[in-house]
């Protein structure tokens, strides 16, 4: 069983940063694709970013500018880091990854955005 250990959330004032990490338990070159999603009680799960295998990234306008997510092949790990934090980003982040066609999801950190 694939499983992906978020860590990185936390509380923190609005205007500041946070750096998400994502271990998987199998080699991040193997996934497909990785990704960060988020959810706020009583809302749909929404997509922050994704990075593939090749390469290619896309981030949801909601955060474009303010992060960046990249994948550590050497140190396996993916990681989202968010700047200029707001309010609104508060939320359960996710991590995702398809493995052999296959989808993955850690268990979730909380990031609290709040003076």
């Known amino acids: 069983q694939v499983q992906l250990v978020e860590s990185g959330g936390g509380l923190v004032q609005p205007g500041g940063s946070l750096r998400l990490s994502c271990a998987p338990s199998?080699?991040?070159?193997?996934?497909?694709?990785m990704g960060w999603y988020r959810q706020v009680p009583g809302q749909q799960r929404e997509l922050v970013a994704i990075i593939q295998s090749g390469g290619n990234i896309r981030y949801a306008d909601s955060v474009k500018g303010r992060s960046t997510i990249s994948r550590d092949n050497v140190a396996n790990t993916m990681y989202l880091q968010l700047d200029s934090l707001k309010s609104e980003d508060t939320a359960v982040y996710y991590c995702?990854?398809?493995?052999?066609?296959?989808?993955?999801w850690g268990q979730g950190t909380q990031v609290t955005v709040s003076s």
């Open positions: 995702h990854g398809v493995y052999f066609l296959r989808n993955y």
């Open positions: 199998e080699s991040i070159s193997r996934f497909a694709v």
